[in-house]
Structures are given as structure tokens and as C-alpha cells.
């Protein structure tokens, strides 16, 4: 070997070397031979919504009915027969004041006897049916159905007073007559005897005498 052939070998393969070297710097990463095969996309996962939860409602269990008990059905007693004036009681007293109309007194302690059929009541004092007259005025007193009597008397008191201490306005037989008393308000009784053994009947009236 000549000593000029040297120096050109090595020359030769220092280039080389540096060619290598060049295109390993230039080569792009992942580059190779085959072919450009892409990696495949990740699809994206569906979202998932949560159901909402649904609670289940508390099963509301009917409180049985409380049992009805029936009223108990008032049954009607017998019904009292009326009493008729003159017949089963006394006769209806009516006091009046001249050219006045007669107001019908309110009948008190009482015995009857008609027909064989005996009655009576033990009545509390009365305070009478209200009624307007004079001072003075001349007071009769009729019955209905008409009967006779045997004797009458006819007192008075303040009104709402009791029987006590009961001032005389006069007595006698026949129909009752008597006058007024003076002015102010009083409970006016009359006591009936009736004839032939009929019985006896008290009524009052209570005057507001001006």
C-alpha cells in the first residue's frame, strides 16, 4: 500500500460517519417504512343521568267508622183531653167595666162537681190577667156558660203581692158587682160559691187602676 491512499480512506469514512449522523437528527419521530397507520380516536362515553329516586308514598290505611248508635224515638204520652169550661171545671169568669170589653179572669184554687163528676185544684195565688180601668168605676163580673151562683166576695192587694192582708171591695149573692179601687196597680180577686153544691173557684184580674 502507497502512503498517498491513506489519507483518502479516512477522509472517505469521516464523511460518512457525519452523513449518519445528519439523517438520524433530521428524521422525524415515529416516522418508519410502513405505513401511516392513524391510532383510532377514543369515542367519547354516553353521560349517564342518575334516575331520581323515587320514595315509595306510606299506604294511608282507613280508621274504621265509629258505630252509630240511634237516638231513642221520643214516643208521645197520651195527649190530656181539654178541659171544658162549666162541664169537667168551673165556668169562665169575665170582669168588665162599663161599656169596656169583659177580660177573662185567671181561674185559681178550685172544686167542681157537674153531673155526678167531681174535680179540683189547689192552684198557687194568682196574679191576675192585666187590665186597664178607672178609679171608681163600677166593675161586674159574668160567666160563661152562664150559671148561678150562691155568694161571692171580691178583695184586693198591690199586684204581685200575695193574699195577706187583702182589703174587702165587698161581697154579696147574686152576679158580683163592685167599684174599683183608687188608682194604682192591684191584683183583684173574686171568690165564687156555686150553686147547689157546684163547688167554689177563685179568679184574678190585675188592675192598673188611673
Known amino acids: 500500500m502507497s502512503g498517498s491512499t ?6 472517505t469514512a469521516v464523511g460518512l460517519v457525519i452523513a449518519v449522523a445528519m439523517a438520524a437528527c433530521t428524521a422525524v419521530p415515529g416516522d418508519s417504512a410502513g405505513p401511516d397507520t392513524a391510532s ?5 362515553s354516553p353521560v349517564v343521568t342518575a334516575s331520581p329516586v323515587v ?6 290505611t282507613a280508621s274504621p267508622s265509629p258505630a252509630v248508635t240511634p237516638s231513642p224515638v221520643a214516643t208521645a204520652g197520651p195527649t190530656p183531653e181539654p178541659t171544658v169550661a162549666g162541664v169537667d171545671a168551673p165556668p169562665d ?3 168588665a167595666a162599663e161599656g169596656g170589653d169583659p177580660v177573662l179572669g185567671a ?5 167542681w162537681s157537674h153531673a155526678g163528676m167531681d174535680s179540683g185544684s189547689d192552684a198557687p195565688w194568682q196574679w191576675g190577667t192585666p187590665m186597664t180601668v178607672g178609679a171608681g168605676e163600677p166593675l161586674t163580673v159574668s160567666f160563661l156558660p152562664a150559671i148561678e151562683i150562691e155568694s161571692w166576695h ?6 204581685r203581692a200575695g193574699p195577706e192582708n187583702a182589703i174587702s171591695l165587698g161581697d154579696g149573692t147574686g152576679a158580683p158587682a163592685f167599684l174599683a179601687p183608687d188608682v194604682g196597680k192591684w191584683t183583684v180577686a173574686v171568690g165564687i160559691t156555686f150553686l147547689a153544691g157546684g163547688g167554689e173557684g177563685t179568679y184574678s184580674w190585675q188592675l192598673d187602676v188611673r
Open 6 to 11: 491513506f489519507p483518502v480512506r479516512l477522509v
Open 40 to 44: 383510532p380516536a377514543l369515542a367519547a
Open 55 to 60: 320514595t315509595a308514598s306510606p299506604v294511608v
Open 93 to 95: 169568669a169575665l170582669l
Open 107 to 111: 181561674l185559681g184554687t178550685y172544686t
Open 154 to 159: 171580691a178583695v184586693y192587694v198591690p199586684a
